[in-house]
């Protein structure tokens, strides 16, 4: 028996250079990531880029 996990991670960047997610980057994760599950593949983590920094939904555990 062999086991195939396909992993995706997320990454954009906000044009205002805030980092924080918004509640629609939040909820399009949480969509990937059920779009993805029959499928067997895994959102590892979505990644918000900014001027100062990043943000990871992980991290915030908001994933």
């Not at 805030?18 to 994760?29: Q, W, Y």
């Not at 900014?50 to 939904?57: F, K, W």
Request: proline share 6%.
């Amino acid at each position: 028996m062999q086991f195939i996990r396909d992993f995706i991670g997320v990454i954009h960047n906000h044009p205002s250079g805030d980092p924080t997610p918004s509640r629609a980057d939040i909820e399009m994760t949480k969509t990937i990531i059920e779009t993805g599950k029959p499928l067997g593949v895994i959102v590892h983590d979505h990644i918000i880029v900014g001027r100062n920094g990043h943000a990871s939904l992980k991290g915030m555990q908001l994933i």
